[in-house]
C-alpha cells in the first residue's frame, strides 16, 4: 500500500492597508481583523487556483488537479485556514500566496496572506493554530501592558 504524502499549510490573512485608519485601536487589533463572511472555502480555492494558473499556466494549473488541494479548517474570526496539498505542488501554492494580494471575492479589501507553518501531519495541525492564535495574543497582552 501506499501513502499519499501530504502537506498542510497554516496561513494567516492579513490587512496592513488598514493601518492608521483608526486611532482608537492598536495596529495589531486592525492588522488581525476578522474576514468577511463572503469569503468561504470554495471561494478561497478558486482564488488560490486561478492564482497559480496565471503563475505557473498549464503546469501549475495541472498539479493541483484531482483532488490535490483542500482546506481542512477555516475561521472567519481569526483569519486562518489550513490547506492540504500535495507534497509534490506545496511549493506552487505557497509561492501563490504570497502574490495573492485581496480577498478573493467581489470587491474583496487588499490583504496579505502569510503562510506561518508547515506542516507534514494534520494531527497537529488544528492544536497549532489555536496555540498560534493564543500565544499571539498573549504576546500582544504583554506588550500592551508593557508600555
Known sequence: M??????YLLVKILYPDEL??????????????PTTDQLNPAALLRGIRAEV?????????????GGNLGVKYFSHA????ILRIS???YRL???????MNSVPV???KSCVFRVVHRRMTTRTSPTLS????VNRTNRNVKLSWQT
Not at 501554492?93 to 502574490?99: D, E, G, H
Not at 489555536?130 to 492564535?133: A, F, I, K, P, V
Open 130 to 133: 489555536e496555540t498560534y492564535s
Open 106 to 108: 467581489r470587491n474583496g
Open 87 to 89: 507534497r509534490a505542488s
Open 53 to 65: 494558473a496565471g503563475l505557473f499556466g498549464d503546469y501549475g494549473s495541472g498539479a493541483l488537479e
Open 2 to 7: 501506499v501513502r499519499i504524502k501530504e502537506r
Open 78 to 81: 481569526t483569519s486562518t485556514f
Open 93 to 99: 501554492v505557497w509561492t501563490a500566496l504570497t502574490f
Open 20 to 33: 492608521g485608519s483608526r486611532s482608537d485601536l492598536p495596529d495589531v487589533v486592525v492588522v488581525n481583523q
